[in-house]
């Protein structure tokens, strides 16, 4: 069973909505990380934290706010948001994060966003 | 730059049969780790296997194991036996000293046969 949690599972949206995604994990990992992925593709690397900091931003769009409220929990906030950024959006976490290459990253079970 | 790049967009096997999954990297690190996951439709995805540049073992859980060659750059994912619900896109993904970023392949989509 995995230890990374994220709801809602499905969320459908208009492009004038303001909703969130949420993420927890129960492994005691210190660093965090959203993903977006579109069908038969891999996923694609948007934000990550460490120890609640924000690490890594891969120059997303501002209509994604990402927000780590502490080590165990992690927010993707969704505003104005369009068509295409209809995606499953994969929450994951690891024990470090920082480049460590023996750090694995487990993923959640994702959000099935869809944007009308 | 690091790259990940798997050739079999698509494979098909029998059930009980092994199935050999091929990735081929490239970096210009020393040091380095390998993984392989798996992603049934439901979505989620799933940690399979590691294997660290330095292990000189391969890598083994379960009925997976990882052929690694480091001289070929190649870590293959090896599933012995294979069962209906081994069916799902498999992805290899390294990650090297660059802050936590794991560089995903394009992906296998494995369907195993009754």
């Known amino acids: 069973d995995t230890e990374v949690t994220q709801t809602p599972k499905h969320l459908v949206m208009g492009m004038t909505n303001k909703k969130s995604l949420k993420c927890e994990q129960h492994m005691g990992h210190r660093a965090m990380y959203w993903y977006k992925q579109k069908a038969k593709k891999p996923p694609e690397l948007m934000f990550v934290?460490?120890?609640?900091?924000?690490?890594i931003n891969e120059s997303v769009p501002s209509r994604f706010s990402p927000e780590c409220p502490n080590s165990s929990l992690l927010n993707l906030h969704l505003h104005a948001l369009q068509p295409e950024d209809s995606a499953l959006y994969l929450c994951?976490?690891?024990?470090?994060?920082?480049?460590?290459?023996?750090?694995?990253?487990?993923f959640g079970p994702g959000t099935r966003l869809t944007v009308l | 730059a690091q790259k990940i790049t798997q050739t079999q967009p698509g494979m098909f096997v029998q059930e009980k049969e092994a199935v050999t999954l091929d990735c081929t990297y490239d970096?210009?690190?020393?040091?380095?780790?390998l993984f392989w996951y798996k992603q049934p439709s439901s979505g989620e995805m799933i940690f399979l296997i590691y294997?660290?540049?330095?292990?000189?073992q391969n890598a083994t859980e379960g009925r997976y194991s990882l052929n690694f060659q480091k001289a070929r750059k190649s870590a293959n994912l090896v599933i012995s036996a294979s069962q209906l619900g081994d069916s799902a896109m498999y992805f290899c993904?390294?990650?090297?000293?660059?802050?936590?970023?794991?560089?995903f392949g394009q992906g296998t989509e494995l369907s195993v046969k009754p």
């Open positions: 294997q660290g540049s330095y292990d000189e």
């Open positions: 994951a976490s690891s024990q470090v994060g920082g480049g460590t290459y023996t750090d694995t990253q487990y």
């Open positions: 993904a390294m990650e090297g000293n660059q802050g936590g970023k794991l560089i």
């Open positions: 934290y460490s120890y609640e900091k924000l690490s």
């Open positions: 970096t210009s690190d020393q040091s380095y780790g």
